[in-house]
Nanobody
Framework: QVQLVESGGGLVQAGGSLRLSCAAS????????MAWFRQAPGKEREFVAR????????YYADSVKGRFTMSRDNAKNTVSLQMNSLKPEDTAVYYC??????????????WGQGTQVTVSS
């Protein structure tokens, strides 16, 4: 089993930056696909970013492309999401997810509890 814990959320002004981290425990996730999702109040959970097991391939939603960067450190069993040029519409609860295989939609095997990101205008 894998446990995921997100950290780094908070309040930031538009144009600012935040770095989210996701720490995994229980089992190494060095061979897992990892992803970030977010969910705003009253909205469906949406995909943000994904990274493969080696960390050499990433994929981003169009809404965050060029502003967010996902990375992983397999030695530390962690992944990160660097968020720059934040906009009020980025406000949401951000979730970390993991799965041994590439998944479609929100069908990842493991999820964290989420961390709140609030961007003020």
């Amino acid at each position: 089993q894998v446990q995921l814990v997100e950290s780094g959320g908070g309040l930031v002004q538009a144009g600012g930056s935040l770095r989210l981290s996701c720490a995994a425990s229980g089992r190494t996730v060095s061979s897992y696909y990892m992803a970030w999702f977010r969910q705003a109040p009253g909205k469906e959970r949406e995909f943000v970013a994904r990274i493969n097991w080696s960390g050499r391939t990433t994929y981003y939603a169009d809404s965050v492309k060029g502003r967010f960067t996902m990375s992983r450190d397999n030695a530390k069993n962690t992944v990160s999401l660097q968020m720059n040029s934040l906009k009020p519409e980025d406000t949401a609860v951000y979730y970390c997810a993991a799965d041994p295989s590439l998944k479609v939609g929100t069908s990842y095997a493991y999820w964290g509890q989420g961390t709140q990101v609030t961007v003020s205008s």
